[in-house]
């Protein structure tokens, strides 16, 4: 009890805990500040006059936040929908059907992440073109989806593999075939982990900059595409509003992952 | 048996299976009856479980043949077998309630619903289930989610039922009711039935024939009593029970702890009869269980009254409990054991 008292005790504590809020909540208070900004002057600390015009400029119908909002929500869903289409029979056949090269598969999955991103994109936009998929809907979904087959195969692959043998087996030994087993037991056994993987392909293609960069501008305009165009343009209210938006299904999904995402199925990555 | 049998017979020729470079069965062959009730039995390891999930097609064999009906069923998918399994672990799933779990096998071959609700009450009752069919596996008790993996196999109304250690997991007091219970179930339903268990009292109350299994390979086939009046070898008879070994001529003579006898003075008795010395006693319940060392060996035998540490006494064997092997019976116990006396 003593101890607790002690200033030795709680003072370090105190500081590394402000010191964390600060560097989680310090930005998002100054993105805050900058989309209710209407006039900010160096050298001032504050803004000095507060106002939503750029707010009202950014959801005007025929505001092009709106339009690269959509356009982005659909590159993802697109995304989303490729990444499950291959990585749930994928995972499928990686966590349950003892295939020789399956460290090794997983580990080509990861090969993207592994070389930097600027040398890999660029040469992919170059073999778009000769594809006419640059500046293209298609093109900047297949290269997001490229990026995001790694947490979606990854993560069904721990989910597949987190799930009994003997539960599917028990269905196909009273008659279910081996797809009416898969349908019926495995895939909703494994739906959470499964759902966990689109959220964050999801979400990492609502974010990606640098392949939609190469690959899709300037016809394809996501909303970080304008988020940099109006950052660069020096347009803080602007760029500060875009990241807001762009925060908000990032938390409403992470909220769901944290229900759907359950630590057993986390420590089975990689087994 | 007060049925007809509907169960379908089982054969299997030299059936051998590998995992790896580790051969688990070595040229298994056994024939089951129709309705007839089969425990495999052995310890952990000897193949019991692998020769039971490769009848259910879980596991491929690498040689051999398995017949079911005369139907050759070495190469059919398990949903191609007609037999059912009830898991070790019951395997029920967790999303699905219990009406839904016993109904599944009956979906799966187009049953309309009503018909797949009136099967599903009939097994709800005959299992002591009812009320049950809304809850999760989750929701019920062990002995519940036994009943319930048996409803969900016998609800197809299976040639074989396949049963891997179902009561492994009961408390000692439920099993014994159990027991007779899926006996009972077994014989009105005229089933054949295969069950691994590494229990030997349960296999001697439930099967009709005993296959003890030794790393793979089939140690005797028999009627229970058989098995236990006969062992064929120092294996079998030490896993039915007779544990103690002692040196007798070129052999050994193993026997059951409750089947010696320290004889009184100047009895006599139609059997081997050792000079030994009390080396312990200990009361274990109704009766007093008494060490006794014979030379350099030491036996087992329970006695109605204690006796004295350091007693003089006379241990008799009756003829028909005195199980004579030769010294090179085909266990590793004995070789092991005789590598360390020597």
């Known amino acids: 009890m003593m101890a607790r008292a002690n200033v030795a005790w709680w003072l370090p504590r105190a500081i590394l805990l402000a010191a964390f809020?600060?560097?989680?909540?310090?930005?998002?208070?100054?993105?805050?500040?900058?989309?209710?900004?209407?006039?900010?002057?160096?050298?001032?600390?504050?803004?000095?006059?507060?106002?939503f015009r750029f707010w009202e400029r950014v959801f005007r119908p025929e505001g092009q936040a709106m339009e690269s909002l959509w356009l982005s929500i659909w590159i993802a869903s697109l995304t989303t929908l490729l990444c499950l289409g291959v990585s749930i029979p994928a995972a499928w056949a990686?966590?349950?059907?003892?295939?020789?090269?399956?460290?090794?598969?997983?580990?080509?999955?990861?090969?993207?992440?592994?070389?930097?991103?600027?040398?890999?994109?660029?040469?992919?936009?170059?073999?778009?073109?000769?594809?006419?998929?640059?500046g293209t809907v298609m093109g900047v979904v297949l290269v997001h989806a490229a990026h995001?087959?790694?947490?979606?195969?990854?993560?069904?692959?721990?989910?597949?593999?987190?799930?009994?043998?003997?539960?599917?087996?028990?269905?196909?030994?009273?008659?279910?075939?081996?797809?009416?087993?898969?349908?019926?037991?495995?895939?909703?056994?494994?739906?959470?982990?499964?759902?966990?993987?689109?959220?964050?392909?999801?979400?990492?293609?609502?974010?990606?900059?640098?392949?939609?960069?190469?690959?899709?501008?300037?016809?394809?305009?996501?909303?970080?595409?304008?988020?940099?165009?109006?950052?660069?343009?020096?347009?803080?209210?602007?760029?500060?509003?875009?990241?807001?938006?762009?925060?908000?299904?990032?938390?409403l999904f992470m909220l769901l992952v944290e229900r759907f995402l359950r630590a057993e199925v986390l420590a089975r990555v990689g087994r | 048996m007060e049925t007809q049998p509907r169960g379908t017979p089982l054969g299997i020729q030299g059936l051998a299976v590998a995992y790896g470079r580790t051969q688990v069965l070595h040229e298994v062959s056994l024939a089951v009856g129709a309705g007839e009730f089969v425990?495999?039995?052995?310890?952990?390891?000897?193949?019991k479980t692998t020769l039971l999930r490769s009848i259910a097609g879980f596991v491929a064999p690498s040689a051999g043949r398995i017949t079911a009906g005369g139907r050759d069923i070495t190469r059919e998918p398990p949903e191609r077998r007609g037999a059912a399994m009830v898991f070790q672990s019951y395997a029920l799933w967790p999303h699905m309630n219990v009406a839904k779990t016993i109904g599944y096998g009956l979906a799966v071959r187009g049953w309309d619903k009503a018909r797949i609700a009136a099967r599903v009450e009939e097994m709800l009752r005959l299992l002591r289930l009812e009320g049950l069919g809304q809850r999760l596996p989750a929701q019920l008790s062990g002995g519940q989610r036994q009943r319930v993996a048996m409803g969900r196999a016998l609800a197809v109304d299976p040639e074989i039922l396949l049963l891997d250690e179902p009561m492994s997991n009961l408390d000692a007091r439920v099993r014994e009711g159990v027991?007779?219970?899926?006996?009972?179930?077994?014989?009105?339903?005229?089933?054949?039935?295969?069950?691994?268990?590494?229990?030997?009292?349960?296999?001697?109350?439930?099967?009709?024939?005993?296959?003890?299994?030794?790393?793979?390979?089939?140690?005797?086939?028999?009627?229970?009593?058989?098995?236990?009046?006969?062992p064929a070898n120092a294996y079998v008879a030490d896993f039915l029970g007779a544990t103690n070994r002692l040196p007798l001529g070129d052999g050994v003579v193993m026997f059951r702890p409750e089947e010696g006898r320290v004889l009184a003075p100047g009895e006599t008795l139609d059997?081997?009869?050792?000079?030994?010395?009390?080396?312990?006693?200990?009361?274990?319940?109704?009766?007093?269980?008494?060490?006794?060392?014979?030379?350099?060996?030491?036996?087992?035998?329970?006695?109605?009254?204690?006796?004295?540490?350091?007693?003089?006494v006379r241990l008799g064997i009756p003829r028909e409990a005195a199980h004579l092997f030769g010294a090179t019976a085909p266990s590793r116990e004995s070789h092991e054991s005789y590598a360390e006396a020597g």
């Open chain 1, 21 to 51: 809020a600060f560097f989680v909540f310090g930005p998002l208070v100054n993105l805050v500040l900058w989309s209710v900004a209407e006039a900010w002057f160096w050298p001032n600390r504050l803004p000095s006059q507060y106002g």
């Open chain 1, 94 to 134: 990686l966590a349950k059907a003892r295939l020789r090269w399956r460290a090794l598969i997983l580990l080509v999955f990861l090969l993207p992440q592994a070389f930097p991103n600027l040398p890999v994109y660029i040469n992919v936009a170059r073999i778009f073109f000769t594809f006419d998929l640059n």
């Open chain 1, 148 to 251: 995001g087959l790694v947490y979606s195969i990854w993560i069904a692959t721990a989910a597949f593999a987190a799930i009994d043998d003997d539960l599917e087996l028990a269905a196909r030994n009273i008659g279910a075939s081996g797809f009416t087993a898969f349908r019926t037991v495995t895939l909703p056994l494994a739906a959470p982990g499964i759902a966990a993987s689109a959220i964050f392909v999801f979400l990492e293609s609502l974010d990606e900059f640098t392949a939609t960069y190469f690959v899709g501008a300037p016809e394809v305009r996501t909303l970080p595409l304008l988020l940099f165009s109006a950052a660069a343009g020096g347009n803080m209210q602007i760029a500060a509003i875009t990241a807001l938006i762009l925060l908000v299904p990032s938390v």
């Open chain 2, 39 to 47: 425990a495999l039995l052995g310890p952990s390891g000897c193949g």
């Open chain 2, 179 to 230: 027991r007779h219970e899926l006996r009972t179930l077994q014989q009105s339903l005229g089933i054949t039935a295969i069950h691994v268990t590494h229990d030997r009292e349960e296999a001697m109350i439930l099967a009709d024939r005993i296959v003890v299994l030794e790393e793979g390979r089939i140690a005797q086939v028999g009627p229970p009593e058989e098995l236990w009046r006969r």
């Open chain 2, 271 to 312: 059997g081997p009869v050792f000079e030994g010395t009390v080396a312990f006693c200990a009361y274990a319940g109704g009766r007093w269980r008494a060490t006794i060392r014979v030379d350099e060996a030491e036996a087992l035998v329970d006695v109605p009254e204690r006796l004295e540490a350091e007693t003089a």
